[in-house]
């Protein structure tokens, strides 16, 4: 998964090369092909916890996108996972993390992360996958920034490509870990 974050990182640096008279002279062939209207862009971003269920009103109702990100809304994310086995590690994980509300956001927990802090300390290899968790996290926020800077490169502050606010809105994404707990425990180690 790594990987394929580096790759798509890596891509931005070729978009880049285009000047902004490029990128407007085929444009409008993108028509609806944006990642805010990417229905597989938002089914991952439920995966890893970024749930809105908001996102479920831009299609239609009975629609295979719909069906297919209302399961994935429903669902544990790759967090609820995580907990799940640590806690079938032997490590203490409060109880209504383990019984959350899936669809909600996930929300920091300082006991959580007393857990966490044992688990570096200790240098359990569980620290391994949070490292992982923590690496893959950090790549989707760089490819959000190199995202963002590529499009006010190429359209500045215009309307997105599939009808979002554009870079306005892109801003907003920026700097929102999946998983909180594991960076915010960096100071405490």
Known sequence: ?????????????VL???????????RDFLSSASGFQSWQFRAFEFAFGNKNAKA??????DST???????????????????RFIAGHGHTVPPELLSRDVTAPIEESAALQQTLVGIYREQRPEASICELLVDFDE????????HVKMVER????????????GAAYLR??????????????????
């Open 172 to 189: 907003t994404t920026l700097f929102k870990p999946f998983f909180p707990d594991l960076w915010t425990i960096r100071s405490q180690l």
């Open 65 to 83: 996108e719909r069906t297919a990100l209302e399961k994935r809304l429903a669902a544990p994310t790759i967090w609820d996972a995580f907990l």
């Open 56 to 61: 479920l009103e831009r299609y239609p109702a």
């Open 154 to 165: 190429t359209i500045g502050f215009k309307q997105g490509t599939g009808g979002s606010p």
């Open 1 to 13: 998964m790594l990987t394929i974050l580096k790759t798509m990182v890596a891509q931005i640096d």
């Open 16 to 26: 880049e090369t285009m000047s902004p008279i490029d990128f407007l002279s085929f």
């Open 139 to 146: 790549g989707v926020q760089e490819w959000r920034y190199r």
